[in-house]
């Protein structure tokens, strides 16, 4: 079993276990608003530790497909730590700027570069520093997951960059 199915049991036995304990605690003390915090606080625990785990595997569903779709794309930083959920993508035959937006006259949300320069229309001085040459860093596409990301919703993504490199349908 993975990391995240182990927390995932873990979370959803301390759940159970939590909300027996508050609900028989409401019934000897009647109060039902202390036993809806105590479970809404052990849910909020059970996804602190389950959903790191949920946006590693979305991260590399999509990164395997994206590699499926075209061979020569790189996850900048691949072999660094890296926080769950936010890739740094590399397309060497399109620029970051007009894959973004494309995918934004799809309806799909990404970032030019990296976050420490999307403002400022600039290379990336992280990139830069990674090894990354001036031309690699605007080829760069930021990709960030969050709570409410599907599988299914990477999955259109995928093939709807796709159809902008000309992979797809």
């Known amino acids: 079993r993975t990391a995240g199915a182990v927390a995932g049991t873990v979370a959803t036995e301390v759940a159970h276990t939590a909300g027996t304990v508050a609900v028989e605690g409401a019934k ?47 996850l900048n930083g691949e072999k660094a730590p890296r926080r769950a959920g936010i890739l740094n993508v590399r397309f060497p035959d399109i620029s970051g700027e007009e894959l973004v937006l494309k995918l934004d006259r799809a309806g799909i949300c990404a970032s030019p570069g990296a976050a420490c320069a ?14 990354l040459s001036e031309t690699q860093t605007k080829n760069s596409v930021r990709f960030s997951f969050g709570r409410d990301t599907t599988k ?18």
Do not use: N
């Open 28 to 74: 000897k003390a009647g109060s039902v608003a202390k036993t809806l915090a105590i479970l809404a606080a052990v849910l909020a625990f059970a996804e602190k530790v389950t959903e790191p785990a949920r946006l590693e595997s979305l991260s590399d569903l999509f990164v395997s497909a994206l590699k499926e779709l075209e061979g020569r794309i790189v």
């Open 152 to 169: 299914a919703q990477l999955e259109e993504t995928v093939k709807t960059i796709g159809i902008i490199l000309g992979k797809g349908e």
């Open 118 to 131: 999307s403002r400022e229309g600039k290379a990336s001085h992280v990139l830069l520093s990674m090894g």
